[in-house]
């Protein structure tokens, strides 16, 4: 699965959103970070804090490694 990490910080947690690309929630491509394919979201997030150290997972496509905040 490949996934990204939004570029833009969530507005009231600061949170860096990581989606899979085929996500209905997931920003615009050219707002987004290909961190590449991985067997699963685990992987993603670490990947994605190389680039942001507030990460986060999308509730909708990436339940599995999101934090509620």
């Known amino acids: 699965m490949l996934y990204l ?8 947690t600061g949170d860096h959103k990581i989606h899979i690309v085929n996500c209905t929630m997931r ?31 999308c509730k909708n496509c990436c339940n599995e490694i999101y934090l509620k905040k």
């Open 5 to 12: 990490v939004n570029k833009n910080a969530q507005i009231s």
């Open 27 to 57: 920003p615009n491509i050219e707002n987004t970070i290909e961190l590449g394919n991985f067997y699963n979201a685990e992987v993603a997030l670490y990947e994605a804090r190389k680039y942001y150290t507030n990460v986060n997972g």
